[in-house]
């Protein structure tokens, strides 16, 4: 599915264009047309549906390589390609919270790429790796963002996902009809890690995770696309309900400064009316790769709450791999 | 819709006997059957639909009186009654936070039935109003009873609230097919309210509020039945998950020492599967009366996190009067 | 799934005693708690859970069993256990269209278990097989049984499907949240040639299906529990609208008449709301053992319309397959 | 709601620019944004959101007015404008079927438009009021009109319609969470008169209906947008199914001649995927004004049956309706 969003983000693009496609043996030699089913919405796009997938080897493929592999075979096959001279730009979970494999929100830790010398340099890789977060995380993480101001200290978070974020077949209807599943298995964890990684610094070409306490509650919900996060904050200089909102509305990041062709013109976008966001009528606005932030309000017990809403197979997955990419684009990184 | 669920909550109830209905003028002389149409599964119980609705006045009403009013109307008509000498015993919101009326969970705070003497003697009235909560407290409190004796300190609980809480036509199928909506109206506020009141402590007839700070986000998702609370509390004795676990599986109230007629064997259910409590599974089992909490477990910024499950519409309304009623009639009240 | 259900439907059973369960070689030898997660509501039987899964064969088993196989595997077993001198009540479909295997709904076409006599002779079985039909022909069967004698001519049919027909995991919620899926793999067919068998007759041991043209529309709606038909009839009699909704009301068969265990009072039941019946609210009325009908009004086309539900797992599969094992008993086969 | 779709659609139109909103008195003088709260999904369009809306007469409105009002009072005021010289093209269901006003779809019926003459001169119009069908009626007859050639007789067709065919707030959520509600008021008439009237013809300015019969069975389904519908057809001509599906695929009209700014390039499409189309997959596609087709296939009592899906609130309502104008605009109708 991860796949599918990226063959489709990638149509039009005017930086990079689609010409390699890897897959597992059994796909191999095959037509896209003919090695797997299109499972979103309309059709597949012509240009892609042409092209003859390859075995996921080095040989042949391209500098840039995007990796939806399944965590179950993606870590050596993505060091295999790194060690060959290949950027891997991966959605997978595998290596996001190594030691020398930056985690990148492009709009809140674009500094991190600078870790991949010392990845380099002790893998002795001529390619690299670099990572997006779970997509729980990108909309936790860019509605945190502009408050890093203020000193984020506790976090408590509630998610209500989609079931597009499991994938194809995912999950099974009889389970989120008119239901609520409260478990999404290793969810939490990877919520509550990869936002410290992701808000934290870079010393030394070395990781510090933001000294902040996160707890996630994560739950399934009959959505189609569009993880919504019902957040309390705790923050260290007290700001009012308005300063949150006022620096929410202007935060802008590197991409936007650069104007990364992914990159939508404001990041994070406050929604004033009282019920929103919410995930069928504000996630898939600005190509998906915006977060929609709502009803800041003060939280009895840490100071601040909020609602975040982002498109989970956009921002969350391939838009996210797809913005690193340019990021490290402009970076030189790929050259 | 919450009269029409006291009407079959009532059904073949041992104690009580459906024989009055009041309603608006508009209905007033029609039989059930002809004034509104049956919205539950199922059809309109036979007896009941044979019922003439009478006008919503003292006169003829029997002593015990059930109230499913509208919010806009039930602070005069149920003073009318209670000042007529009927024990009103409301769903309704109006009265729940007043300083001498009872807002009663009976598991949990059947003392507080006591402030009725004051409440009789300050107002003159020869009847009473009692109270119950609004359908998430229930839930989060029927959770929190057995964990008040660590010493509940600070709680953010995040709802995700079936449509069926909000009546009928209620929420429309527009905002909510495939959609979460972050807003349901006073919503929070009643939570964090309520919450104090239920789990505090009575003295001198007068109600002193639990000292805890509660802080609740309120969701609304596609779910027909069941509220589900994802609950985070800092207490005091700082329990670990197996003692939370445990306590929770023994919790008993006086309904079932007293085996009132509504009260689940098991007011508090605990389920170790990993993906429960659901709505749509747990919610109606043990008649909807129970409360089902699952997943405890280490909270990184409070102390322990679990989620509750319970059926809004019985444990969070009808069924909830109907105990509250048995419990007065219990201590002989409604004599 | 369908096994859960024959599980949950037994329980209780004034004739019939669970105490034997056949599975896969994988599951052999486990207690039935630790061979397989419970997909339906509440917690597993405590009865069942406990029972050890046995293989597959025909050694040991009791004389009654019913099979819930996938269609995959069920051909030989059924037969190996019917040879062994098991009847074999199957909810597969492999075996329905066969000339001497009676395809049964008890209310309908009782006479066709005459057939096992050839059955056995023909195949030198002390068993037999008999099986129920496929859960959407059920709800139509039913509902057109009353018709019959009205002349049935041509059948037009369109299903709205829940997904429970489909097992677990079955139809995966990417594909059927906020949508309809308009085809069924090989349901029109399975419809349109058990319809003709269960309402054929027979004559000399040999089934006559019904000399009527049978047309569907099968597709799956996100729906938990309920099959939903609208259907469109030629009849020869041409019969009014108050002459169809009378016999579909009176309607009544032999599981009826001998007051079987599983049988519903009233088999068909007419709702003469307008918007009625609906899946949600109707299919699991009277144990999920009636079908409801209602809408029935003047058809441009052919004679009469009317809109059908019932109960797919339950009047559908399992208690389907209960209703023949009871007539079957109550004929003194099962001796 | 569906003026808002109006609003949406007439973006950016070539042709057409929104300069003036009627409404009831209460919402005169306001601007749009201080109205009515916006209900599709994003923000309401800023260049409406400023227009002031005025009192619905026809003194300052333009020549062209598109009418989305009730029913209830939309035949009196449609015709007060037409009186004064307006266009009114008429989303609402009141003029459809009057005998001298046409209900056009422009692939199919254009030459209807003639009609107008009589209308002006019997009613003493300077303006006119043209209609669009039913938002049922369109899927069916653009998937009906290729078929034209065959000779169509009889139609039994079974629908599967979008919540947001009912406006808002419409259906209540309770209603339609997890089931189908099996009627919708007047919808089955209006789908089999309104068929009849658009594939008829026109002599001396009188319609002639279509001299086929036609069934419909309307549902309500838990989808948010997109009507399905299931039919099946008998065609004098007796083509096989792959001249079905090749005249479905070479369909084009006098839109697509003309090359109207609505008309989408191929009107109809066929789809060869077995289980297409589907509503939340592909009535969006194509600007939501193609109707997609799939499942041609043999029918057992009519001659052919097929699967036809079509975006309810834009080919259904709006986009109809502006195609329409388009239409008259490219006939002079408008000057």
Same mark, same amino acid.
């Given at each position: 599915m991860v796949g599918q969003h990226f063959i489709r983000f990638l149509q039009g693009h005017p930086w990079f264009k689609l010409i390699w496609l890897g897959a597992s043996d059994r796909s191999a030699g095959k037509k896209l047309r003919d090695a797997a089913p299109w499972r979103l919405d309309g059709d597949m796009p012509t240009t892609a549906a042409d092209l003859v997938v390859s075995e996921s080897k080095p040989h042949n %493929?391209? *500098?840039?390589? #995007?990796? =939806?592999?399944? %965590?179950? +075979?993606?870590? /050596?096959? /993505? *060091? /295999? #390609? =790194?060690? =060959?001279g290949h950027c891997i730009v991966s959605n997978s979970r595998n290596h996001r919270m190594e030691s020398d494999i930056p985690l990148i929100v492009p709009e809140i830790n674009p500094g991190h790429l600078t870790v991949i010398r010392r990845q380099q340099k002790d893998r002795g890789w001529k390619g690299m790796i670099v990572t997006n977060p779970n997509c729980s995380t990108v909309t936790l993480t860019m509605a945190l963002a502009p408050l890093t101001r203020f000193g984020i200290q506790r976090i408590v978070a509630a998610t209500m996902q989609a079931v597009s974020g499991a994938g194809y077949p995912g999950v099974p209807s009889m389970d989120i009809l008119a239901n609520v599943i409260p478990f999404i298995g290793a969810e939490e964890e990877k919520m509550q890690q990869e936002t410290q990684k992701i808000l934290g610094a870079v010393e030394d070409d070395h990781f510090v995770p933001l000294d902040a306490r996160v707890s996630a509650h994560c739950n399934r919900v009959a959505v189609v696309d569009g993880h919504t996060v019902a957040a309390s904050v705790e923050l260290s200089a007290k700001p009012s309900v308005s300063e949150v909102e006022e620096v929410i509305g202007k935060f802008r990041g590197l991409p936007q400064e650069r104007k990364l062709p992914s990159a939508p013109p404001r990041p994070v976008i406050y929604l004033?009316?009282?019920?929103?966001?919410?995930? @069928? @009528?504000? %996630? =898939?606005?600005?190509?998906?790769?915006? +977060? #929609? +932030?709502?009803?800041? *309000?003060?939280?009895?017990v840490l100071d601040i709450k909020f609602v975040a809403c982002g498109h989970n197979t956009i921002r969350g997955a391939a838009g996210a791999a797809v913005l690193n990419a340019e990021l490290m684009a402009s970076e030189g990184l790929l050259d």
């Amino acid at each position: 599915m991860v796949g599918q969003h990226f063959i489709r983000f990638l149509q039009g693009h005017p930086w990079f264009k689609l010409i390699w496609l890897g897959a597992s043996d059994r796909s191999a030699g095959k037509k896209l047309r003919d090695a797997a089913p299109w499972r979103l919405d309309g059709d597949m796009p012509t240009t892609a549906a042409d092209l003859v997938v390859s075995e996921s080897k080095p040989h042949n %493929a391209p *500098r840039l390589v #995007f990796s =939806a592999m399944d %965590a179950s +075979v993606a870590t /050596e096959i /993505e *060091r /295999e #390609f =790194a060690q =060959a001279g290949h950027c891997i730009v991966s959605n997978s979970r595998n290596h996001r919270m190594e030691s020398d494999i930056p985690l990148i929100v492009p709009e809140i830790n674009p500094g991190h790429l600078t870790v991949i010398r010392r990845q380099q340099k002790d893998r002795g890789w001529k390619g690299m790796i670099v990572t997006n977060p779970n997509c729980s995380t990108v909309t936790l993480t860019m509605a945190l963002a502009p408050l890093t101001r203020f000193g984020i200290q506790r976090i408590v978070a509630a998610t209500m996902q989609a079931v597009s974020g499991a994938g194809y077949p995912g999950v099974p209807s009889m389970d989120i009809l008119a239901n609520v599943i409260p478990f999404i298995g290793a969810e939490e964890e990877k919520m509550q890690q990869e936002t410290q990684k992701i808000l934290g610094a870079v010393e030394d070409d070395h990781f510090v995770p933001l000294d902040a306490r996160v707890s996630a509650h994560c739950n399934r919900v009959a959505v189609v696309d569009g993880h919504t996060v019902a957040a309390s904050v705790e923050l260290s200089a007290k700001p009012s309900v308005s300063e949150v909102e006022e620096v929410i509305g202007k935060f802008r990041g590197l991409p936007q400064e650069r104007k990364l062709p992914s990159a939508p013109p404001r990041p994070v976008i406050y929604l004033s009316q009282q019920d929103r966001p919410q995930p @069928r @009528r504000d %996630a =898939a606005r600005e190509n998906g790769m915006s +977060v #929609f +932030v709502g009803r800041v *309000r003060e939280c009895p017990v840490l100071d601040i709450k909020f609602v975040a809403c982002g498109h989970n197979t956009i921002r969350g997955a391939a838009g996210a791999a797809v913005l690193n990419a340019e990021l490290m684009a402009s970076e030189g990184l790929l050259d």
